[in-house]
C-alpha cells in the first residue's frame, strides 16, 4: 500500500495569516497520463470530510481560492491563504493511484 | 443536492454481521464510482471498499484488512450501495462513511456522507 504521510500533526494560526500542510507519498503519485492522484480533504468539527484539492491543485467546486495545491511526485503542499474561523479542523492528504490511503491528518486550530 | 445517507450501523458481537446501506441522491448514481471509508476512534481515515459503475463492469476492489469478511454491492435502480460485513472484529469499530466520486462538467466531485457508527465488542 502506498504510505501517506503528513506533517505536522498540528498547526496554530493566527486569524488572516497564512498555513502549508505537508504530505509525503511512499512512492510517485504521478501517472503516466500525467496527472498526480492527490487529493486534499478538511474534516470540520463534528462533519465528514470534504473535498479541497484534486488531482494535487485543482480546487473543487464551491471551495475559496484562498486555498491552493502544489508539489511534485512525492511532496505535496496544501496552503491556506488568510485563514479564517471557517477553516478550522483536520486536514488529510489522500492517493487515488492505487486503491486508496490517506496521510494520518494535521489539525489546524486559531491562535 | 447531493445527499448520501448510510444506515445499519450499531453495536454487534466479534463474529458477527452486520448489513450497511448507502441511499444516495442528488446525481446520476449509475455513472459513480463508491467507495466506503471508515475513521477509527483515533481518526485515522482507512478505505475499505470500492465498486466501480456498469462501463467498468462493477469491479470491486477490499482493503487487505476487510478481503474475504466483507462485500460491496451496488443497484443502480435503486441509487444505493451496500457493504455486507461478516465474521466481524473488536478492530473493524469505527465510523462508516459512503462515498461517491464522479466528473460532472470537467469537475471532479467526491462527496461524503453524515457515516454511521459500528461497534465491535462483547
Known amino acids: 500500500d502506498i504510505v501517506m504521510t503528513q506533517a505536522p500533526l498540528s498547526v496554530s494560526v493566527t486569524p488572516g495569516e497564512s498555513a502549508s500542510i505537508s504530505c509525503r507519498s511512499s512512492k510517485s503519485l504521478l501517472h503516466s497520463n500525467g496527472i498526480t492522484y492527490v487529493y486534499w480533504y478538511l474534516q470540520k468539527p463534528g462533519k465528514s470530510p470534504q473535498l479541497l484539492i484534486y488531482?494535487?491543485?485543482n480546487l473543487a467546486s464551491g471551495v475559496p481560492d484562498r486555498f491552493s495545491g502544489s508539489g511534485s511526485e512525492t511532496d505535496f503542499t496544501l496552503k491556506i491563504s488568510r485563514v479564517e474561523a471557517e477553516d478550522v479542523g483536520i486536514y488529510y492528504c489522500?492517493?487515488?493511484?492505487?486503491?486508496?490511503?490517506f496521510g494520518g491528518g494535521t489539525k489546524l486550530e486559531l491562535k | 443536492e447531493v445527499q448520501l445517507v448510510e444506515t445499519g450501523g450499531g453495536l454487534v458481537q466479534p463474529g458477527k454481521s452486520l448489513k450497511l446501506t448507502c441511499a444516495t441522491s442528488g446525481f446520476t448514481f449509475s455513472n459513480a464510482w463508491m467507495d466506503w471509508v471508515r475513521q477509527s476512534p483515533e481518526k485515522q481515515l482507512e478505505w475499505v471498499a470500492q465498486?466501480?459503475?456498469?462501463?467498468?463492469?462493477?469491479?470491486?476492489y477490499y482493503a487487505e484488512s476487510v478481503k474475504g469478511r466483507f462485500t460491496i454491492s451496488r443497484d443502480d435502480s435503486k441509487s444505493s450501495v451496500y457493504l455486507q460485513m461478516n465474521s466481524l472484529k473488536e478492530e473493524d469499530t469505527a465510523i462508516y462513511y459512503c462515498?461517491?466520486?464522479?466528473?460532472?462538467?470537467?469537475?471532479?466531485?467526491?462527496?461524503w456522507g453524515q457515516g454511521v457508527m459500528v461497534t465491535v465488542s462483547s
Open positions: 462515498t461517491c466520486r464522479f466528473f460532472n462538467y470537467g469537475s471532479y466531485f467526491d462527496y
Open positions: 489522500g492517493q487515488l493511484l492505487e486503491n486508496r490511503t
Open positions: 488531482r494535487m491543485s
Open positions: 465498486i466501480k459503475d456498469k462501463s467498468n463492469n462493477y469491479a470491486t
